[in-house]
């Protein structure tokens, strides 16, 4: 299953993962992101992924999602992730060599600072 919310303010959605996720779904949300990033305002998107109790996705997807992560990977500014951390190490090393954009990691339960993270302003000081 898959969710997706849009944050007009900051060009930034949130994606839940959570059980199987099928092609149809992915390339729904795949869509509303190509849709997102050609908006009249087309800024580097901001991306959360939240990921709860994720049993994978059907092989189609899985390669539709490779190529849309190819095809888009300079399309995104920031992404945070929220993960359990024993998972976190897998997914790092499978997809960190095609990021091109700040990537943080964060815990279950720590969906709120993820946010915080994502929506903070670029260049902002801390």
């Not at 849009?6 to 849709?35: C, H, M, P, W």
């Not at 849309?68 to 976190?88: E, G, K």
């Not at 990021?99 to 260049?123: I, K, Q, Y």
Request: charged share 25%; glycine share 4%; net charge negative.
């Amino acid at each position: 299953m898959l969710s997706y919310k849009e944050y007009d303010n900051a060009q930034a959605v949130e994606i839940v993962l959570a059980g199987r996720v099928s092609t149809k779904e992915f390339d729904q949300i795949a869509e509303k992101l190509k849709g997102l990033h050609q908006a009249p305002r087309a800024d580097p998107i901001r991306v959360l992924e939240v990921i709860k109790d994720f049993e994978g996705m059907d092989a189609s997807a899985f390669w539709h999602d490779v190529k849309f992560s190819l095809r888009h990977v300079q399309d995104f500014s920031r992404v945070a992730i929220v993960i359990n951390p024993d998972v976190h190490h897998l997914w790092s090393n499978l997809v960190a060599p095609f990021m091109r954009c700040d990537v943080e990691h964060f815990s279950p339960g720590e969906t709120e600072a993820a946010r915080d993270w994502l929506m903070w302003p670029e260049g902002a000081v801390d």
